[in-house]
C-alpha cells in the first residue's frame, strides 16, 4: 500500500526543467502512437519537429503562428498569478477580432491613415469588453469567472457565425460564410518580405518584456503577487482584490482581443466562421509549459506553434488524422501535471506510523 506525501522542500531546479522533461516523454510518446498507426517514427518526428525550422519562411510561419499564443497566454499567466482563472481567452479573441472587422468593413480602402490604428484599438476594446464580463459577475456576484469566462466564449464564436453568414457576408462571395477581404490599408503591415509575418509579431515580442517589468518591477504586479499568494495579507494591507480582478481580466482581454484582430488582419485577411484553431485554450498550456513567466511562455508558445504547424505537416506528408496536434498537445501537458505531482509530493509505502500517546495529548 502506498500513499502521498508533500515534500518539505520541493527542488527549484525540476520546477524549470520539468517542462522540457515532458516535451521529451510526450514526443518518446507520439513516436509510439506514430508506429501504432503504421507511420515511420522517427520520419514522422522529422517532418513535426524538424522539417518546421528549416528555411525563413517556415521560421517566419514559425512566429506568425506563436503570436495569438504568446500574447493569450501572458495574459492568462498575469491572471494566474493572482488567482483569477480566465478560461475564456478564446471568447476574447473571437471577439476582437470581430470589433476591428467592423472598423475594417467600414473604413478600410478609403485611404485614411488612422484607419489601421482604430482597426487595433476596436481589436483590442472588444476583447476588454467582453473580459469586463465575468469580471463585473466576479465582483459584483462571486461568479467564478471559470464558468462564465467559458460559457461566454461560445456567445463570440455563435456571435461569429451569424454575422458570417448574415449581415457581413460577402455578396460577392459566392455564398461563403465570410466577409469581404479586407483592403490593403487595414492589413497587417508584413515587416519580413517574402513572408507572412506581420506587425503583430513584433509587438507580442514586446508584450514579453513589458509583462516581465510589469509582474517584477511595478506596485501593481507587487499587488497581483500578494492578492494570489497571500489573500489575508493582501487585505490586511488595503489591497482590493476587486481591482485586482478587474486588472488582470481586463488586461487578459485586451492582449487576447489583440491577438484575435491580428489573425483577422493577417494571415486570414477576412473575417471567416473560425477564425481560430483553439488559440485561447491552447494558451492555457502555453502558460503552464512556461511557468507563468513571460520568458517561459515565449519558448512554450514557439513550441506549441511548432506542435500545430508539425501536426498539419503530419496531415499533408503522412495522411495522419487531423486530430493529432491536439493528441500531442494533450500529452505535453498530461506529462506537465505529472511531473509536477512528483515535484512537490513523493511516494510512501506501508502505512503512516501513528503519533504516539504523549504527542496526541500534545497536539
Same mark, same amino acid.
Given at each position: 500500500?502506498?500513499?502521498?506525501?508533500?515534500?518539505?522542500?520541493?527542488?527549484?531546479?525540476?520546477?524549470?526543467?520539468?517542462?522540457?522533461?515532458?516535451?521529451?516523454?510526450?514526443?518518446?510518446?507520439?513516436?509510439?502512437?506514430?508506429?501504432?498507426?503504421?507511420?515511420?517514427p522517427?520520419?514522422?518526428?522529422?517532418?513535426?519537429?524538424?522539417?518546421?525550422?528549416?528555411?525563413?519562411?517556415?521560421?517566419?510561419?514559425?512566429?506568425?503562428?506563436?503570436?495569438?499564443?504568446?500574447?493569450?497566454?501572458?495574459?492568462?499567466?498575469?491572471?494566474?498569478?493572482?488567482?483569477?482563472?480566465?478560461?475564456?481567452?478564446?471568447?476574447q479573441?473571437?471577439?476582437?477580432?470581430?470589433?476591428?472587422?467592423?472598423v475594417?468593413?467600414?473604413?478600410?480602402?478609403?485611404?485614411?491613415?488612422?484607419?489601421?490604428?482604430?482597426?487595433?484599438?476596436? /481589436?483590442?476594446?472588444?476583447?476588454?469588453?467582453?473580459?469586463?464580463?465575468p469580471?463585473?459577475?466576479?465582483?459584483?456576484?462571486?461568479?467564478?469567472?471559470?464558468?462564465?469566462?467559458?460559457?461566454?466564449?461560445?456567445?463570440?464564436?455563435?456571435l461569429?457565425?451569424?454575422?458570417?453568414?448574415?449581415?457581413?457576408?460577402?455578396p460577392?462571395?459566392?455564398?461563403?460564410?465570410?466577409?469581404?477581404?479586407?483592403?490593403?490599408?487595414?492589413?497587417?503591415?508584413?515587416?519580413?518580405?517574402?513572408?507572412?509575418?506581420?506587425?503583430?509579431?513584433?509587438?507580442?515580442?514586446?508584450?514579453?518584456?513589458?509583462?516581465?517589468?510589469?509582474?517584477?518591477?511595478?506596485?501593481?504586479?507587487?499587488?497581483?503577487?500578494?492578492?494570489?499568494?497571500?489573500?489575508?495579507?493582501?487585505?490586511?494591507?488595503?489591497?482590493?482584490?476587486?481591482?485586482?480582478?478587474?486588472?488582470?481580466?481586463?488586461?487578459?482581454?485586451?492582449?487576447?482581443?489583440?491577438?484575435?484582430?491580428?489573425?483577422?488582419?493577417?494571415?486570414? /485577411?477576412?473575417?471567416?466562421?473560425?477564425?481560430?484553431?483553439?488559440?485561447?485554450?491552447?494558451?492555457?498550456?502555453?502558460?503552464?509549459?512556461?511557468?507563468? +513567466?513571460?520568458? /517561459?511562455?515565449?519558448?512554450?508558445?514557439?513550441?506549441?506553434?511548432?506542435?500545430?504547424?508539425?501536426?498539419?505537416?503530419?496531415?499533408?506528408?503522412?495522411?495522419?488524422?487531423?486530430?493529432?496536434?491536439?493528441v500531442?498537445?494533450?500529452?505535453?501537458?498530461?506529462?506537465?501535471?505529472?511531473?509536477?505531482?512528483?515535484? /512537490?509530493?513523493?511516494?510512501?509505502?506501508?502505512?503512516?506510523?501513528?503519533?504516539?500517546?504523549?504527542?496526541?495529548? +500534545?497536539?
Amino acid at each position: 500500500m502506498f500513499r502521498l506525501e508533500a515534500r518539505q522542500s520541493p527542488s527549484r531546479a525540476m520546477f524549470w526543467l520539468s517542462p522540457l522533461v515532458a516535451v521529451v516523454l510526450s514526443l518518446v510518446a507520439s513516436a509510439i502512437i506514430f508506429a501504432l498507426l503504421g507511420k515511420p517514427p522517427v520520419a514522422a518526428l522529422r517532418i513535426m519537429v524538424v522539417d518546421p525550422l528549416v528555411g525563413l519562411n517556415n521560421l517566419a510561419e514559425l512566429a506568425l503562428k506563436a503570436t495569438p499564443l504568446l500574447l493569450c497566454a501572458i495574459g492568462i499567466a498575469i491572471g494566474c498569478r493572482a488567482n483569477v482563472w480566465n478560461i475564456g481567452a478564446e471568447g476574447q479573441l473571437t471577439l476582437g477580432g470581430i470589433c476591428g472587422s467592423w472598423v475594417a468593413l467600414n473604413f478600410g480602402g478609403a485611404g485614411h491613415v488612422w484607419a489601421l490604428p482604430l482597426m487595433l484599438l476596436a /481589436g483590442i476594446a472588444g476583447g476588454v469588453l467582453w473580459a469586463a464580463i465575468p469580471a463585473f459577475l466576479r465582483t459584483r456576484f462571486n461568479a467564478h469567472e471559470i464558468l462564465t469566462t467559458l460559457m461566454l466564449t461560445y456567445v463570440a464564436l455563435h456571435l461569429l457565425g451569424y454575422l458570417v453568414r448574415g449581415p457581413w457576408r460577402d455578396p460577392a462571395g459566392f455564398n461563403f460564410p465570410q466577409s469581404k477581404t479586407f483592403a490593403d490599408d487595414v492589413s497587417m503591415p508584413i515587416i519580413l518580405p517574402t513572408t507572412r509575418l506581420h506587425l503583430g509579431a513584433l509587438v507580442a515580442l514586446l508584450v514579453v518584456p513589458a509583462a516581465a517589468f510589469l509582474m517584477r518591477r511595478t506596485f501593481a504586479g507587487y499587488r497581483i503577487r500578494v492578492v494570489g499568494l497571500a489573500p489575508g495579507a493582501a487585505r490586511y494591507a488595503g489591497f482590493s482584490q476587486k481591482r485586482v480582478v478587474w486588472l488582470c481580466l481586463l488586461l487578459s482581454g485586451g492582449l487576447a482581443g489583440f491577438a484575435g484582430i491580428c489573425e483577422v488582419a493577417g494571415p486570414l /485577411g477576412q473575417l471567416q466562421p473560425t477564425i481560430s484553431p483553439g488559440y485561447g485554450f491552447a494558451a492555457i498550456i502555453v502558460a503552464y509549459l512556461g511557468r507563468l +513567466d513571460p520568458w /517561459g511562455i515565449l519558448a512554450a508558445s514557439l513550441l506549441m506553434a511548432l506542435i500545430y504547424i508539425g501536426g498539419d505537416a503530419l496531415q499533408v506528408s503522412l495522411q495522419m488524422p487531423t486530430a493529432m496536434s491536439g493528441v500531442i498537445q494533450g500529452l505535453v501537458l498530461f506529462f506537465l501535471l505529472g511531473m509536477d505531482l512528483f515535484i /512537490g509530493f513523493q511516494f510512501r509505502f506501508g502505512r503512516r506510523s501513528p503519533k504516539p500517546v504523549g504527542q496526541l495529548a +500534545d497536539a
